[in-house]
DNA sequence: CTGCATGCAAAATATTTGCAACAGC
DNA sequence: GCTGTTGCAAATATTTTGCATGCAG
């Protein structure tokens, strides 16, 4: 289905099907969450040829698309994922540099909160929330 | 006071109080959040000579020290500002850039619905939320 | 004096861009 | 064949590191 909606909305711009637009689609799908780098190495492990500038370009290409988005978790390190999976939040461990996801229905309270006090519309697929993770909580501090 | 509590907790260290220091946390104070750069800039004002690479070694001094922290807003930018300063969330227009910051009062039940189910703690210091300012909600789209 | 701190330059990373060769349609 | 795409290399931007000089204590 990935396939079939992104030859799709590149035809509607006269944009071209490239091998190399796929494989970059496919890795963000697989990965879940990944950054460029993550990205050109998942793709380098089915075609071994594709250059780390195609990587960047096609992700931005694909977020112009509307296809994946990206979001700024820890360490200013872009990650891009499909927007087609389910929207989510990240929770970062500052601790351990893990990511977990949690409903968004969480900050449903606070989206109205921040809409009718500030006229602030949050965008919850791009939020991340910074703290100590359950594990390093207990074991650390 | 912040030149006095400055001094202080770098003796009890045994560091060294410094111009360079000084003008780093005095920048950092006034700028309330601010890149590495636009930190470099505000003290070139003071004063020229400076070197960007201190003010690097500065910030990560300063903030092993407890006195400064960042958070990653907008662009992967690290944006340091003063821990005594009032806590606060930032919010991040992804259309103009701005920043604004609300208290953190909004994540109040946020917070505590994330500690009981998933045993996160949030940072709230930390917390940017991207999204769409009343101007720019208004504007466009 | 002694050793931490700074400035300078160069290295390591991350990302973007110019241009010629290539491939989709 | 026409034009968008790619790969390569070089340019930029950002942050880190090595080393000799300088200054706080």
Same mark, same amino acid.
């Given at each position: 289905?990935?396939?079939?909606?992104?030859?799709?909305?590149?035809?509607?711009?006269?944009?071209?099907?490239?091998?190399?637009?796929?494989?970059?689609?496919? &890795?963000?799908?697989?990965?879940?969450?990944?950054?460029?780098?993550?990205?050109?190495?998942?793709?380098?492990?089915?075609?071994?040829?594709?250059?780390?500038?195609?990587?960047?370009?096609?992700?931005?290409?694909?977020?112009?698309?509307?296809?994946?988005?990206? &979001?700024?978790?820890?360490?200013?390190?872009?990650?891009?994922?499909?927007?087609?999976?389910?929207?989510?939040?990240?929770?970062?461990?500052? &601790?351990?540099?893990?990511?977990?996801?949690?409903?968004?229905?969480?900050?449903?309270?606070?989206?109205?909160?921040?809409?009718?006090?500030?006229?602030?519309?949050?965008?919850?697929?791009?939020?991340?929330?910074?703290?100590?993770?359950?594990?390093?909580?207990?074991?650390?501090?």
């Amino acid at each position: 289905m990935s396939d079939a909606s992104l030859a799709e909305v590149l035809r509607a711009k006269g944009l071209r099907l490239t091998a190399q637009r796929q494989l970059v689609l496919d &890795a963000v799908h697989q990965l879940g969450h990944a950054t460029p780098d993550q990205v050109h190495a998942k793709v380098s492990q089915v075609a071994a040829g594709v250059n780390i500038t195609t990587v960047y370009r096609t992700l931005e290409l694909l977020e112009e698309l509307g296809l994946v988005t990206h &979001a700024h978790l820890s360490h200013g390190a872009p990650t891009y994922h499909a927007v087609s999976e389910d929207q989510h939040v990240h929770l970062v461990c500052k &601790a351990c540099g893990g990511v977990a996801e949690v409903s968004p229905s969480v900050l449903d309270g606070l989206v109205g909160a921040l809409e009718s006090s500030r006229g602030f519309l949050v965008d919850v697929g791009h939020v991340a929330l910074f703290g100590l993770c359950a594990a390093c909580a207990g074991a650390t501090q």
